[in-house]
């Protein structure tokens, strides 16, 4: 798995230092689900003030 914070590739301790770790935690699940449903591998979210968040399972 691997994060995107704002474009750019980053560990997942930074990227949950920069959103907060509730909001990845959530992502993250939400993405693995979205997953099961429609075989996407890359799913991209935004939250207000701090821009988008782009997780990439497999």
């Not at 914070?5 to 920069?18: G, R």
């Not at 003030?49 to 990439?56: D, H, P, S």
């Amino acid at each position: 798995m691997t994060f995107k914070t704002n474009s750019s590739l980053t560990t997942k301790s930074m990227t949950e230092w920069y959103f907060g770790k509730k909001f990845v935690a959530e992502k993250t699940a939400e993405a693995k689900r979205m997953n099961k449903k429609t075989g996407k591998t890359e799913f991209r979210f935004w939250q207000d003030g701090t821009g988008y968040l782009t997780i990439k399972l497999a």
